[in-house]
Protein backbone atom coordinates (compact mmCIF):
# COMPACT_ATOMS: atom_id res chain seq x y z
CA UNK A 1 0.00 0.00 0.00
CA UNK A 2 1.11 3.08 -1.09
CA UNK A 3 1.88 6.45 1.20
CA UNK A 4 -1.58 7.52 -0.91
CA UNK A 5 -3.55 5.05 0.04
CA UNK A 6 -2.59 5.12 2.95
CA UNK A 7 -3.74 8.88 3.23
CA UNK A 8 -6.86 7.57 1.53
CA UNK A 9 -7.88 5.27 4.20
CA UNK A 10 -9.40 7.70 6.59
CA UNK A 11 -9.90 4.69 9.03
CA UNK A 12 -6.13 3.97 9.30
CA UNK A 13 -5.14 7.39 9.46
CA UNK A 14 -7.38 8.16 12.66
CA UNK A 15 -6.74 4.71 13.91
CA UNK A 16 -2.73 5.70 13.95
CA UNK A 17 -3.97 8.67 15.70
CA UNK A 18 -5.73 7.38 18.32
CA UNK A 19 -2.95 5.33 19.36
CA UNK A 20 -0.38 8.07 19.65
CA UNK A 21 -3.06 10.15 21.64
CA UNK A 22 -4.26 7.35 23.77
CA UNK A 23 -0.79 6.64 25.41
CA UNK A 24 0.66 10.34 25.06
CA UNK A 25 -2.65 11.32 27.06
CA UNK A 26 -2.65 8.20 29.38
CA UNK A 27 1.79 9.14 30.04
CA UNK A 28 0.49 12.59 31.19
CA UNK A 29 -2.25 11.18 33.84
CA UNK A 30 -0.14 8.63 35.17
CA UNK A 31 2.88 11.10 35.15
CA UNK A 32 0.69 13.00 36.65
CA UNK A 33 -1.10 10.74 39.19
CA UNK A 34 -0.74 6.85 39.17
CA UNK A 35 2.52 7.08 39.80
CA UNK A 36 2.57 8.61 42.98
CA UNK A 37 -0.05 5.90 44.40
CA UNK A 38 2.11 3.20 42.41
CA UNK A 39 5.16 4.46 44.71
CA UNK A 40 3.26 6.21 47.71
CA UNK A 41 4.52 2.87 49.80
CA UNK A 42 7.70 2.88 48.83
CA UNK A 43 10.08 4.80 51.26
CA UNK A 44 13.05 4.84 48.53
CA UNK A 45 15.09 8.08 48.61
CA UNK A 46 15.63 7.59 45.37
CA UNK A 47 11.71 8.11 44.65
CA UNK A 48 12.16 11.75 45.72
CA UNK A 49 14.00 11.83 41.98
CA UNK A 50 11.06 11.31 40.67
CA UNK A 51 9.13 14.65 39.34
CA UNK A 52 5.67 14.23 40.86
CA UNK A 53 3.94 17.82 41.24
CA UNK A 54 3.77 20.05 37.77
CA UNK A 55 6.19 22.81 38.82
CA UNK A 56 8.80 19.58 38.83
CA UNK A 57 7.35 18.34 36.00
CA UNK A 58 7.53 21.24 33.64
CA UNK A 59 11.09 22.25 33.99
CA UNK A 60 11.87 19.00 31.73
CA UNK A 61 11.76 19.49 27.95
CA UNK A 62 10.55 15.91 27.79
CA UNK A 63 7.07 16.78 29.41
CA UNK A 64 6.57 20.09 27.13
CA UNK A 65 7.34 17.55 24.06
CA UNK A 66 4.71 15.13 25.45
CA UNK A 67 2.32 17.67 26.10
CA UNK A 68 3.02 18.97 22.43
CA UNK A 69 2.43 15.90 21.30
CA UNK A 70 -0.92 15.09 22.72
CA UNK A 71 -1.96 18.15 21.74
CA UNK A 72 -1.04 17.73 18.04
CA UNK A 73 -3.13 14.34 18.27
CA UNK A 74 -5.79 16.13 19.71
CA UNK A 75 -5.90 18.32 16.84
CA UNK A 76 -5.14 15.94 14.31
CA UNK A 77 -7.94 13.51 15.34
CA UNK A 78 -10.35 17.02 15.51
CA UNK A 79 -9.12 17.55 11.91
CA UNK A 80 -10.50 14.22 10.99
CA UNK A 81 -13.46 14.14 12.04
CA UNK A 82 -14.49 17.88 11.45
CA UNK A 83 -11.76 19.13 8.96
CA UNK A 84 -10.24 17.45 6.34
CA UNK A 85 -7.49 15.60 4.90
CA UNK A 86 -7.83 16.38 1.62
CA UNK A 87 -3.99 17.03 -0.54
CA UNK A 88 -4.37 20.49 -1.06
CA UNK A 89 -7.70 21.95 -0.29
CA UNK A 90 -8.94 25.05 -1.84
CA UNK A 91 -10.05 26.07 1.81
CA UNK A 92 -8.72 24.23 4.59
CA UNK A 93 -10.35 25.15 7.84
CA UNK A 94 -8.79 26.29 11.18
CA UNK A 95 -7.98 22.83 12.37
CA UNK A 96 -6.36 21.76 9.51
CA UNK A 97 -4.02 24.97 9.20
CA UNK A 98 -3.12 24.96 13.05
CA UNK A 99 -2.44 21.01 12.29
CA UNK A 100 -0.19 21.56 9.83
CA UNK A 101 2.01 24.44 11.49
CA UNK A 102 1.92 22.62 14.84
CA UNK A 103 3.50 19.56 13.24
CA UNK A 104 5.79 21.55 11.18
CA UNK A 105 7.21 24.40 13.85
CA UNK A 106 6.96 22.07 17.02
CA UNK A 107 5.86 18.74 17.33
CA UNK A 108 8.33 17.12 14.49
CA UNK A 109 11.39 18.82 15.79
CA UNK A 110 10.96 19.16 19.35
CA UNK A 111 10.21 15.10 19.28
CA UNK A 112 13.49 14.38 17.28
CA UNK A 113 15.33 16.65 19.72
CA UNK A 114 14.03 15.41 22.91
CA UNK A 115 14.71 11.80 21.78
CA UNK A 116 17.81 11.99 20.04
CA UNK A 117 19.47 13.90 22.43
CA UNK A 118 18.39 11.95 25.30
CA UNK A 119 19.63 8.41 23.86
CA UNK A 120 22.53 9.99 23.48
CA UNK A 121 23.54 11.30 26.43
CA UNK A 122 22.37 8.06 27.57
CA UNK A 123 24.38 6.40 25.58
CA UNK A 124 27.79 8.36 26.57
CA UNK A 125 26.82 8.52 30.43
CA UNK A 126 22.78 7.48 31.23
CA UNK A 127 24.00 9.12 35.20
CA UNK A 128 23.62 12.66 32.91
CA UNK A 129 20.10 12.55 31.86
CA UNK A 130 18.79 9.41 33.74
CA UNK A 131 20.44 7.64 36.97
CA UNK A 132 20.34 4.30 37.39
CA UNK A 133 19.24 4.53 40.81
CA UNK A 134 15.88 6.01 39.30
CA UNK A 135 14.85 2.31 37.80
CA UNK A 136 13.27 1.15 40.73
CA UNK A 137 10.83 4.17 41.19
CA UNK A 138 10.29 5.18 37.08
CA UNK A 139 8.38 3.00 34.64
CA UNK A 140 10.82 1.58 31.87
CA UNK A 141 7.77 1.84 29.78
CA UNK A 142 7.03 5.95 30.40
CA UNK A 143 10.56 6.36 29.94
CA UNK A 144 10.27 5.12 26.29
CA UNK A 145 7.03 7.10 26.15
CA UNK A 146 8.97 10.05 26.82
CA UNK A 147 11.77 9.52 25.15
CA UNK A 148 10.68 6.67 21.99
CA UNK A 149 7.39 6.56 21.13
CA UNK A 150 7.40 10.08 20.37
CA UNK A 151 10.03 9.63 17.60
CA UNK A 152 8.19 6.43 16.26
CA UNK A 153 4.56 8.27 15.74
CA UNK A 154 5.80 11.62 14.73
CA UNK A 155 8.43 10.13 11.69
CA UNK A 156 5.05 7.71 10.63
CA UNK A 157 2.60 10.65 11.16
CA UNK A 158 5.13 11.87 8.19
CA UNK A 159 4.67 9.12 5.93
CA UNK A 160 0.90 8.91 6.53
CA UNK A 161 -0.04 12.54 6.35
CA UNK A 162 0.82 15.05 4.16
CA UNK A 163 0.89 18.58 5.26
CA UNK A 164 1.79 22.07 4.21
CA UNK A 165 4.33 23.71 5.36
CA UNK A 166 4.65 27.59 6.49
CA UNK A 167 6.86 30.15 5.79
CA UNK A 168 9.75 28.67 6.29
CA UNK A 169 10.94 32.19 8.37
CA UNK A 170 7.40 31.96 9.70
CA UNK A 171 8.11 28.43 11.00
CA UNK A 172 11.71 29.03 12.47
CA UNK A 173 10.89 32.11 14.74
CA UNK A 174 8.23 29.77 16.29
CA UNK A 175 10.31 27.22 16.94
CA UNK A 176 13.25 29.31 18.12
CA UNK A 177 10.80 31.66 20.61
CA UNK A 178 9.58 28.12 21.97
CA UNK A 179 13.65 26.70 22.62
CA UNK A 180 14.30 30.50 23.89
CA UNK A 181 11.64 30.79 26.24
CA UNK A 182 12.52 27.01 27.39
CA UNK A 183 15.92 27.77 27.89
CA UNK A 184 15.16 31.18 29.90
CA UNK A 185 12.86 28.85 31.78
CA UNK A 186 15.61 26.85 33.33
CA UNK A 187 17.61 29.83 34.09
CA UNK A 188 14.72 31.20 36.11
CA UNK A 189 14.76 27.11 37.54
CA UNK A 190 18.36 27.37 38.26
CA UNK A 191 17.92 31.10 39.94
CA UNK A 192 15.41 29.86 42.18
CA UNK A 193 16.52 26.67 43.43
CA UNK A 194 20.35 26.68 42.98
CA UNK A 195 20.47 22.99 41.16
CA UNK A 196 20.37 22.88 36.95
CA UNK A 197 17.39 20.84 35.61
CA UNK A 198 19.97 18.48 33.75
CA UNK A 199 22.87 17.09 35.01
CA UNK A 200 24.70 17.58 32.27
CA UNK A 201 24.66 21.18 32.97
CA UNK A 202 26.54 20.66 36.74
CA UNK A 203 29.74 19.41 34.39
CA UNK A 204 29.70 22.17 32.32
CA UNK A 205 31.58 25.54 32.92
CA UNK A 206 30.09 28.71 31.66
CA UNK A 207 31.63 28.94 28.06
CA UNK A 208 30.48 24.76 27.54
CA UNK A 209 27.10 25.72 28.67
CA UNK A 210 27.01 28.67 26.35
CA UNK A 211 28.29 26.18 23.46
CA UNK A 212 25.69 23.78 24.48
CA UNK A 213 22.99 25.81 24.22
CA UNK A 214 23.67 27.24 20.84
CA UNK A 215 24.44 23.63 19.57
CA UNK A 216 20.85 22.59 21.15
CA UNK A 217 18.75 25.81 19.62
CA UNK A 218 21.22 24.92 16.28
CA UNK A 219 20.49 21.55 16.48
CA UNK A 220 16.38 22.74 16.80
CA UNK A 221 16.30 24.58 13.99
CA UNK A 222 18.26 22.17 11.54
CA UNK A 223 15.48 19.36 12.49
CA UNK A 224 12.66 21.95 10.89
CA UNK A 225 14.67 22.39 7.98
CA UNK A 226 15.13 17.93 8.03
CA UNK A 227 11.46 17.92 8.82
CA UNK A 228 10.64 20.35 5.77
CA UNK A 229 13.26 18.37 3.44
CA UNK A 230 11.64 15.06 4.29
CA UNK A 231 7.68 16.69 3.95
CA UNK A 232 9.11 17.58 0.16
CA UNK A 233 10.81 14.75 -0.10
CA UNK A 234 8.01 12.06 0.50
CA UNK A 235 5.13 14.18 -0.97
CA UNK A 236 7.17 15.58 -4.30
CA UNK A 237 3.97 15.64 -6.04
CA UNK A 238 1.97 16.99 -3.87
CA UNK A 239 4.17 19.61 -2.89
CA UNK A 240 4.60 20.60 -6.70
CA UNK A 241 0.41 20.69 -7.11
CA UNK A 242 -0.30 22.93 -4.38
CA UNK A 243 2.70 25.39 -5.38
CA UNK A 244 0.69 25.81 -8.90
CA UNK A 245 -2.38 25.80 -7.23
CA UNK A 246 -0.97 29.02 -5.09
CA UNK A 247 0.06 30.55 -7.85
Keep these: MTKVELYKSRVFVTIIHLCALGQFAYGLYYSSFDIQRSYK ?28 QALYYTVSLANDFVGTNELTPKK ?46 FPSWLNHVLHTNIMVFIVLELFISYRSYPKRSHGLAGLTIFMVSYLIWIHVVKHYSGVWVYQVLEVLQLPQRIL ?14 LGEFLNNTVWAKEVKLAKRKSN
Design 41 to 68: LKTSVNRRLVPESLPQKIKFLSYWSLII
Design 92 to 137: PPAVRRFKDWLMATLAFPVAINVGVTFWTLYAIDRELVFPKVLDPV
Design 212 to 225: FFVAVVGFTLSLYL
